[in-house]
DNA sequence: GTGCGCATCAACGTATACGTTATTGGACGC
DNA sequence: GCGTCCAATAACGTATACGTTGATGCGCAC
């Protein structure tokens, strides 16, 4: 161990060897949102390996990486298990999320930022708006929505704040695209969205984190709601 | 026909061996916490191989789990860092504290627990009380204070907001130890954590929520003071 | 037919080997 | 003297090998 006199600055290199783990952790992250891996699946290492044409180390690598965030558990022997979620993970979520993201408004809309900083959330309104013009394209909403709370996060000015808010955004991403059809059109939450932009253009931080609370407590019920209707219990 | 959970407690049974990993992620976590490496170190992976008796590919895992938690980082083929916090990230760590922690609060209450549930909380309230009588004990107060919050954290029953308060709490650990003998005396503190828990048996979820953002301010505000006061960069 | 026990095996957990890359020190030229 | 280039080396990233463990299936006893 050497203590350094100086931190090594952190100069850019010219081009960096992508390693094989992060491509691994990349895929398996994304093939498991797009419930490729569905929830209590089991997965064994080789298998990946073999899939992703890595070793086994890299793999498990991104195991303990996905497992932290919540996306599988690893079980001693017995390989890995996607991670299904229960109502009560829901409430957690969603409890969570009611305490961070009306964080995150605050902290931003205390910023006073102008419409240029702010313009991937309001393209993303447009884009919740454009989406339900004529026949309903749900998809894109739920793209577009998801663009909105992740730029949000990003914006807010707290890195650790932003980093929590989109691993619990990502734990329940399968649930809300479950979900997505199941619920009313989302015209109501589109216009939420663009009350809570024009609150934090105001520089009414109140205001924003209120419209946004309410927002999501609103989202969280739906959410429970379905799945209650449905006696859902995995997912 | 199932087996009990629990291995008799007889040591008939050997207790399964405990993988190398956890090992060497628990004892590399507490002797970050303890400032045996210092924030900025870098460390190697064969040193610590060695130390503790393991071979390389355990350490990986430990340091790919420790980075998640935010406690070192892993630069490409330089091996780990040892994080240091800037005044910035304290910010960042008592807003995301000011989040969560009243909401953990809020839940507690919500429940109403009587005073049996909260036992650890009013042992923590009482060792902190009796720290500070006569020749006050700073380092049984810190230990008071922290099981004070990681018990309030757990028992919210939202074991994901717990996680999350608990990993930035360890975050936080070495800034605490430092300033802990630069700040005055805690015993307004120490008096605000016994309202917390007052409020909560009276079932009063408001008041304990607020009370206890105060009480989190007022540290996060004494604790940059400190830190500006001394022109402190790097903990 | 049922249940217990043993053998076989599959998959993990850990160790180690190998190739790659970035750094460092020295030599050479200016 | 100083800067640049090259070679040696250290440390990582990945692959692979090895031992351990829990599971599965078959056979035998009852």
Redesign the pocket.
């Known amino acids: 161990m050497t203590v350094p006199d100086r931190l090594p600055e952190s100069d850019q290199?010219p081009a960096?060897?992508p390693?094989?783990?992060e491509t691994v952790y990349a895929r398996l992250k994304q093939q498991i949102l797009d419930n490729r891996y569905p929830p209590g699946a089991q997965i064994?290492?080789?298998e990946v390996a073999t899939e992703l044409n890595?070793?086994?180390?890299?793999v498990?690598?991104a195991f303990v990486r996905l497992q932290q965030d919540g996306l599988l558990e690893?079980v001693?022997?017995?390989?890995?298990r996607i991670s299904a979620l229960s109502p009560d993970d829901m409430r957690e979520i969603y409890e969570v999320l009611m305490s961070l993201e009306p964080t995150a408004v605050e902290l931003l809309a205390a910023r006073r930022p102008d419409r240029t900083e702010l313009a991937s959330l309001i393209e993303a309104c447009d884009a919740m708006e454009a989406a339900l013009q004529g026949e309903p394209d749900l998809h894109a909403w739920a793209a577009a929505d998801e663009s909105f709370h992740l730029n949000l996060a990003r914006l807010c000015g707290n890195k650790r704040l932003a980093a929590m808010i989109m691993q619990v955004w990502d734990q329940a991403h399968r649930a809300r695209m479950f979900t997505l059809s199941l619920r009313p059109l989302p015209i109501k939450s589109t216009a939420e969205h663009r009350a809570v932009v024009e609150a934090i253009l105001a520089g009414n931080c109140e205001r924003a984190r209120d419209l946004y609370f309410i927002h999501r407590k609103r989202g969280g019920h739906e959410l429970t709601a379905i799945i209650e209707r449905h006696g859902i219990q995995r997912l």
Chains 1, 2 share one sequence.
Request: proline share 9%; net charge positive; aromatic share 0%.
């Open positions: 290199r960096r060897a390693r094989s783990t064994l290492e080789s890595a070793s086994r180390t890299p498990r690598e690893i001693p022997r017995h390989g890995v």
